[in-house]
């Protein structure tokens, strides 16, 4: 079965966003709703991860947490919004153009949602994954190549040199605590980049303040790994991610349950 397409109405109109995801509904999409607020609109957003945002405004001038909402969005997500235009002068638009959109309608009169449901037909070629909905982070990071045991390569001693580095959530592997060598540092290994790792000064605990955690789950007091990466497991001692094993540590039995189910549940690769 395919999953339907997740739509995030955030207006303040009850009626106007009950009528609209009922509409939406007889599409065949999946809509949320959330009120203008912009607390409650960060919180929706980051619990739904919805494939497209239908954003209400009424005024360019007068509806500032709808603009902070839309500036917000392109600033840490890649997911299509759409503005609800109810009026505007023509002064106005540049307010509108500035928190880069999709589109930008009118919104339909006579309930006539046939534009914005066109819209949201073009809209979906620019729909991505869980993952690839975040923008990129700019980390501090150094290379380090990784030896035939999975180790990095370093000497003690050595100098390490850190240059600002852009890494998708989208291409992380997983997480795991610098050996000895590199001490309060955290190793990222990515999937494009198989062969070294990235040492940040960062902790475990910094990356999981910051991380999605319906996205990534600590495993271990030393490994933070990519649910959607993980291709299989062994008993609960044990995750696979791309044909690395990653322990699994004994007070996190009960999370490696509970990401065993959510894989069964969701048709994912058996138990090694």
């Known amino acids: 079965m395919v999953d339907k397409i997740k739509i995030l109405i955030i207006d303040d109109d009850v009626d106007e966003a009950l009528l609209l995801a009922a509409v939406l509904n007889l599409n065949n999409y999946s809509p949320y709703i959330s009120p203008t607020i912009f607390r409650d609109a960060i919180k929706a957003i980051e619990h739904h991860l919805p494939d497209i945002i239908i954003l209400s405004m009424n005024h360019a001038r007068e509806d500032i947490v709808g603009l902070k909402i839309a500036t917000h969005i392109h600033q840490i997500y ?20 500035d928190t880069l959109p999709y ?15 066109n819209t949201l037909k073009f809209s979906e070629p620019h729909i991505v994954g869980r993952l690839c909905k975040y923008k990129s982070f700019q980390w501090k990071v150094t290379r380090l190549e990784i030896d035939s045991n999975g180790e990095p390569i370093s000497k003690k001693g050595m100098i390490h040199y850190y240059e600002n580095k852009s890494i998708n959530l989208c291409d992380i592997l997983y997480f795991r605590s610098g050996n000895a060598h590199i001490k309060n540092s955290t190793l990222i ?3 494009g ?30 490994n933070i790994v990519s649910i959607d990466k993980i291709t299989g497991y062994h008993l609960l001692s ?3 991610i791309d044909g690395i094993a990653i322990p699994i540590g004994v007070s996190y039995i009960k999370v490696a349950k509970s990401i065993i189910h959510n894989m069964s ?4 690769p058996p138990h090694f």
């Open 78 to 97: 890649y997911i299509p919004v759409l503005l609800q235009v109810a009026f505007h002068y023509k002064e106005d638009l540049q307010q509108y153009i």
């Open 103 to 117: 589109s930008c309608i009118l919104k339909p009169k006579d309930n006539n949602f046939d534009q914005l449901l």
């Open 189 to 191: 290994r990515l999937k």
């Open 193 to 222: 980049d198989k062969n070294n790792y990235y040492a940040t000064k960062e902790t475990i605990a910094y990356f999981l303040t910051i991380l999605p955690s319906k996205l990534f789950e600590q495993i271990h007091d030393s």
């Open 238 to 240: 044990e995750f696979y």
């Open 265 to 268: 549940s969701h048709h994912r």
